[in-house]
């Protein structure tokens, strides 16, 4: 049996309560992250080969136990080339460089704006360079989203770069059906629409959901990342985008309290829901796949390269955020969408992903299994949580459901903080000719007191040592 480590949130098969979910945070901030894991996993599960999620963990002091008990390291990424994620990418190459099996990176991708401009990206060059060359120092090739992020790492003199679109549109292999209904969009249609946070903020999505909101009853907002799960589920605003008003997952905005807000954090019941909707449109690239992926029609509002490359690899219906009417129409776009390319090229993308899996030694389940017939019955047999809602209600069973798992986190907390005690404590009772008998010319350095008192008082003074993981 061959098996995989994949770095994802949490496996397909786990069914995490919402407020656990939360608090590990599952999507790794953003649920779109579960969409291409779960696929992915889907995609790799052969009768020959076991998935196993790594849980967002990377640490490279683990590169010795992944040497041993995995044949592969799989790395599906999204826009993993920007500043923000700088210091992410530098730990996952550091657990790279230490690997001595194949490491596959695939559907990463460059952040920037919609012009295509790398200059934002220079500062992090080194970082990109160095995390590229160890994976292809382990790998035949590296996948990348789309056009923009294949020309940025050859002009950096990379060739074996492939664009292989993301994982997420091949979930069910190489069919992809979206259908129109034989009507227009009108006042009754059920329209699901999504935005980042700097779409609401800066780009003007705010007035887009106002209006839509105002002209379409059933409306509802589809939010992605963990504050907005926290916002709808404990009314918890602490976190700076509490402050965007204008997202319709804040509890002052008048969607939430109509209870036309959902955001999930399992991608079986998210495109499930989304197959009652007649459309789906906005600013988030996998909010709209997920609609796509249920048979909706769907266009995405481009804001940045990393929508823009997907959306053209794919032929997604798209239009640039900053190229939309003031009066926007999701009928509109709706009229203008056109789906023959993203269906007809669809087996071509498909057999180029396939035939990347395969020059890098991976099987996948639709030519060497039975086509995720088996992922896809154990996943009927299990009961994953509703989309989160707004908490609007008052109602006993609500609440107690709340306050029994911050009951829990209070008691586990307690336990944590009275074996912190006792670590300090046996800290403290360290000889003090530990550390006094040091001879002038030893290295009376911190490190060479914490290597002496980690002898004296051995595991629990771990826990102590700062900068530690």
Same mark, same amino acid.
């Given at each position: ?22 608090? /590990? ?28 999620? !790594?849980?967002?963990?990377?640490? @490279? ?133 999504? =935005? ?13 959901? %106002? /209006?839509?909101?105002?002209?379409? @009853? ?6 992605? !990342? ?60 996998? =909010? ?66 396939? &035939? ?12 060497? &299994?039975? =086509? ?5 019955? /154990?996943? %009927?047999?299990?009961?994953? @949580?509703?989309?989160? /809602? ?13 306050? =029994? ?48 008192? %980690?002898?004296?008082?051995?595991? @629990? ?6 900068? %530690?993981?």
């Amino acid at each position: 049996m061959k098996r995989i480590l994949l770095r994802s949130g949490k496996s397909p098969y786990d069914v995490v309560p919402v407020e656990e979910a939360l608090h /590990r945070d599952v999507i790794a901030t953003n649920s779109g992250n579960l969409i291409f894991s779960d696929a992915a996993h889907k995609i790799l599960e052969t009768p020959g080969t076991e998935v196993v999620s !790594n849980r967002m963990r990377i640490d @490279p002091a683990a590169a010795g136990r992944i040497n041993e008990e995995y044949d592969a390291f799989v790395v599906p990424l999204a826009n993993a080339f920007r500043l923000s994620f700088e210091p992410a990418l530098q730990k996952l190459t550091r657990l790279i460089t230490k690997l001595k099996i194949p490491v596959v990176v695939v559907g990463v991708g460059a952040q920037s704006s919609l012009d295509y401009n790398p200059d934002r990206l220079k500062a992090m060059e080194p970082s990109v360079r160095e995390f590229v060359s160890a994976v292809l120092d382990r790998s035949a090739s590296i996948g990348v989203r789309g056009e923009f992020t294949e020309r940025y790492l050859k002009d950096m003199g990379f060739r074996d770069v492939e664009v292989i679109g993301c994982p997420s549109l091949f979930m069910y292999g190489k069919e992809l059906a979206v259908h129109k209904g034989p009507s227009a969009l009108s006042a009754d249609s059920r329209i699901a629409i999504n =935005g980042s946070h700097s779409a609401v903020r800066t780009q003007g999505l705010d007035q887009v959901i %106002r /209006r839509t909101h105002a002209r379409y @009853p059933n409306l509802r907002y589809i939010a992605q !990342n963990l504050s907005d799960a926290k916002q709808l589920h404990w009314r918890d605003l602490s976190h700076s985008n509490g402050k965007v008003k204008g997202m319709p997952s804040h509890p002052d905005h008048p969607m939430y309290a109509e209870d036309k807000v959902r955001i999930y954090i399992d991608p079986v019941t998210w495109i499930d829901d989304l197959r009652d909707f007649d459309f789906s449109f906005g600013s988030r690239i996998h =909010g709209n796949i997920a609609a796509l992926l249920a048979g909706t029609p769907a266009t995405v509002l481009t804001a940045d390269s990393r929508t823009l490359e997907l959306c053209r690899y794919f032929d997604i219906p798209h239009q640039r955020i900053d190229q939309i009417p003031e009066d926007l129409d999701p009928a509109r776009l709706y009229e203008e969408a056109d789906f023959t390319k993203l269906s007809s090229g669809h087996q071509e993308r498909f057999e180029r992903f396939t &035939g990347f899996l395969d020059k890098n030694g991976l099987q996948n389940t639709f030519t060497h &299994g039975d =086509g995720g017939a088996a992922f896809e019955a /154990r996943m %009927r047999k299990l009961s994953f @949580p509703a989309g989160i /809602r707004p908490w609007n209600d008052i109602d006993l069973t609500s609440i107690t459901t709340r306050f =029994g798992f911050l009951e829990s986190r209070i008691t586990q907390l307690s336990k944590d903080n009275a074996q912190l005690k006792r670590d300090v404590a046996r800290a403290k009772a360290i000889p003090k000719q530990t550390v006094v008998s040091l001879k002038p010319s030893q290295d009376a350095s911190s490190s060479s007191v914490y290597r002496r008192a %980690r002898r004296a008082v051995g595991r @629990p003074l771990r826990r102590l040592q700062p900068g %530690r993981d």
